[in-house]
Structure formats: C-alpha cells, structure tokens
C-alpha cells in the first residue's frame, strides 16, 4: 500500500531523468496494477495449495528484488517491465495475508484482526504520499523504491520467524488450464477497461477485448463445473453471502477509487498544491481509517456485517454529496469533513465485506477467497476511474463552450480547442506564450468551472452507487462460526 502511493508522487521525476512520454508514466502504474489483477486469484490458490506462509514469504522477497531492480533502471522499458514483475509479487502478499489472518484467529476476533489489517492500509496510505514527498524532494526518484528493500528485510525476518504455516490438506494439484483462462479473462477485462479511455467505449478494440473477457470468462465456469480441483469451486457462489460481499467490495472500490483520482486533480489542478501538499490535504481520509477501522471489526463483531455496512455505505453515500459541493474557493475544511466521513463510511465495508468473503469460505480455500475479495478492489477501482472519467470528459466537453462563450474568449480552431478540453479534464489550464495575463486568468477559469462541473457529476453518481451498496449489505450474513464445515469441493 506504501509502495502504490509513493510511486505516483515520484512519476513527474520519472518522466524527466528517463525521458518517459505520458504514456509511459501510465504503463508504470497499469503494468502493475495489470499484473496485480490478473493473478491474484491463481495466488491465493498457490496458497492454498503450498503454504500461504511460504507464498507470503516468496512475495516478501520478490517484491523487495523487484523494488530493487526499478531502483537501478537506466531505462523506462526495463522499469516497466520490472514493475509488472513487482505486481506479480504484489499478488502473492495480499491474499495470502488475509488467508493467513482467517487461519490465525478464531471467527470471534476475525473482524478485530481484519479491522486491524484495515488500520495498516490507512496508515501506510497515509504515510505515502509524505514519504513519497520527502524522498523525491530530498534524496532521488530512486529512493522510493529502494526504501522497500529494508523494510522487505524487516518483514521477511519477522515473518519467517512468527507465522504459522498454513495450507489446505484436502488439495493436491493446481488447475493450469482453469489458471490460463481465468487469467485470460481478466487479461482482457483490465486491459479494455485501462484502454477503454484511449480508445473510445464503443470503439472495436475495447469491444473486442470486452467481448474475449465474456467468452474466456464463460469457458472458465464451464471448465471449473467439470474439473476435479477446481481453481474457485462455483459452490462458493452459491453462499449469497461470499457473491454479494464480492460484488459490494466492487461497488466501494467503484465509488471509492473512481471519486478519489479526481481529487488529485483538483488540489493540484484548481488549488495548485505540490503533490506533497495534496497528500496533506487528503490525510483525514487515510489517518482517520487507522481510527475507524478497528472500531469497524469491534462494531461488526457485536452487531454482525449487516447493520455496519449499511451505515458504512450511507455515510460514504453523505460524504461523496459534500465531495460534489467542492467549489473553486473551498479551504481545507470543506474537504477534510467528507474525507473524515469517508474514513467512518469505508472502514465498515472493507472489514465486513472482507470477512464475509473469506469468512464464509472454507478454511482450505481462503486464499483463493481472499484473492477474489482483492481481485474484486482492482476491477472495482478500474472500472471506477475508467468510467466515472469517461463522464467527466463528457461533461467537460458539454458545458466548456458555453464557459469559454461567457467569458468572452475569442474562438479558437477546432483542433486547439481539443487541446483545451483534454486539459480541463484534468484541470489543467494552458495558454501559448505570450497570452495577456488576463486571458490566462480567464482561461484558468473555464477550465477550472468545466472540470468541477465533471468531478461533481462523477461524485453525485458515487453517491447513488453507495446508497445502492447499502441497500445490497441488508441481504448479508456473518461469516461461518465453526471450523471444520463440510464443504463440496468440485
């Protein structure tokens, strides 16, 4: 979590040292994430399989080499091809780290386990952004990536030494052609959703990589309903429970990292903060998470998942309306209030929804469901960003005419008003050299009104899907309370 907050901070670095264009910068965060999503759920089965400490150790241990290796690229090639290799590692730690907490704990402290777990990522995601700052300011670009090195040291040492070894007996093989097609599938589904921006949502190649996700994806059920050891037995789908935890884990990861990739935007865009400083602006949201999420496992622990992530959803749901009143002039409370919401709102969902995953499945396979409910954040989160800038791109592209028309700005050619388009999509506002100040000022504004006009219609279509996500939590159950259930493992 440290590590994908601090690599943002350090991209513009990147960029200039290596001669990166924009879309090499993209691919240092895609590549991983892509890597990241497509096998997380074939790492969880690893786990399952071989030991979740051993996996867990082995992610440890490539991710440190791998942070090593980006450290010491002298191109932007080799850094993105060690990145995807990092996310590979990346996807062995996360599922297994929650298997392993489900092995641990008995089901009465799963949820203060997770919410501890929960508190970790906000810190870590808090501290990002700062450390980020400090070491691309103070030291070089390289510094972020080396500053896992120790900290891999530290954590493979710990974890060799404290975890308990943790693997399902009742399994025996892995299942390589199920394997092939789900990453298949997911290949193509991350991939359109990445490109989707790029290309167009209705251009051929999205809808073709759309349409391979469907068929690959139906080839998947079918093979895994006829092979012995399945990779994800469909009999888990069949817990209501475990299909709409997954499915609210998409929803809060849709509304929640779709809204917040704006926000960068407009601190550093309208509001014209450092990278370093629109962290600072965002820490209530992290910080307040290390408060909010053991309270969550304490809560859902006491009165079940249902109820929590109820509250939790409406509370976002009130907190991404206040997100869609940010206007030009807002100070620093305007935005620290809903970010202390969202900390309170979101820390429910993620506890509960990751205990009804990996809780109400079998203890054999809770590294394959701690890989869903991870897999679930990434699909979540790309669909958010993908679609919700879609919209604001459709907003900008709306209402900037009729903005730069009252503001009594000469007309410029089509192709140049483009330009100025795809700039307020990201609030960026450029003027050719030599541009009268006032002009500037006037143009700064347009761009400025456009791209609130889109962050605030992305951020009122967040507050429908987490009233809808509450709505879904009211069909949940906890997760189960005794070990050793019968399960059907084919």
Not at 266 to 279: C, D, I, M, R, T
């Amino acid at each position: 979590m440290l590590d994908g907050t601090v690599v943002a901070i350090a991209n513009p670095v990147i960029g200039a040292e290596l001669k990166a264009s924009l879309e090499d910068l993209q691919w240092v965060t895609s590549g991983y994430l892509l890597a990241l999503a497509v096998f997380l759920i074939t790492a969880g089965k690893l786990g399952d399989l071989f030991g979740h400490k051993r996996v867990f150790v082995i992610g440890i241990a490539g991710f440190a080499l791998t942070s090593l290796a980006i450290g010491l690229s002298d191109s932007i090639g080799m850094l993105i091809a060690f990145r995807v290799l990092q996310g590979l590692f990346g996807a062995l730690l996360q599922p297994a780290a929650l298997a392993l907490l489900r092995a641990a704990f008995p089901a009465e402290k799963l949820n203060m386990a997770i919410g501890i777990w929960g508190a970790t990522i906000g810190l870590s995601s808090a501290a990002g952004p700062i450390v980020g700052g400090l070491l691309v300011e103070n030291v070089n670009w390289q510094s972020v990536f080396f500053i896992n090195v120790p900290v891999g040291i530290v954590a493979l040492a710990v974890g060799m030494l404290v975890i308990k070894e943790s693997r399902a007996d009742s399994l025996s093989r892995v299942d390589w052609l199920g394997v092939v097609l789900l990453s298949g599938a997911m290949f193509c589904l991350i991939w359109a959703i990445i490109k989707a921006p790029e290309y167009g949502w209705g251009d051929v190649k999205t809808l073709a990589f759309l349409t391979g996700a469907v068929v690959i994806g139906g080839a998947f059920v079918w093979w895994q309903g006829r092979v012995s050891e399945p990779l994800i037995p469909l009999s888990l789908f069949r817990n209501l429970s475990v299909s709409v935890g997954t499915l609210l884990m998409v929803l809060m990861a849709f509304s929640m990292f779709g809204a917040m990739f704006f926000l960068t935007f407009y601190f550093q865009g309208v509001h014209n903060l450092s990278p370093l400083e629109a962290g600072i602006r965002m820490l209530p949201m992290s910080a307040g998470m290390i408060v909010a999420s053991p309270l969550a496992g304490a809560a859902i622990s006491k009165f079940g998942p249902k109820l929590p992530i109820a509250a939790g959803m409406l509370i976002t749901a009130v907190a991404m309306f206040l997100l869609s009143r940010l206007g030009i002039e807002d100070g620093y409370v305007a935005s620290a209030v809903p970010f202390v919401l969202l900390a309170f709102g979101l820390s429910p969902v993620m506890v509960g929804a990751t205990e009804i995953i990996v809780g109400n499945a079998p203890e054999e396979l809770s590294g394959v469901a701690g890989g869903m409910q991870q897999s679930a954040m990434q699909v979540g989160g790309s669909l958010g960003t993908a679609v919700l800038g879609a919209i604001v791109a459709a907003k900008v592209s709306d209402v900037l005419p009729g903005y730069w028309s009252a503001a009594g700005l000469a007309q410029l050619p089509a192709e140049q008003m483009k330009l100025v388009e795809q700039g307020a999509n990201f609030a960026e506002a450029g003027a050719a050299p030599g541009t009268p100040e006032p002009v500037v000022q006037a143009i700064t504004r347009v761009v400025n009104s456009s791209f609130l006009d889109g962050m605030h219609l992305a951020f009122q279509i967040s507050t429908g899907v987490a009233v809808l996500a509450a709505l879904l939590a009211l069909v949940v159950k906890a997760g189960r309370k005794t070990e050793g259930a019968p399960i059907h493992m084919g």
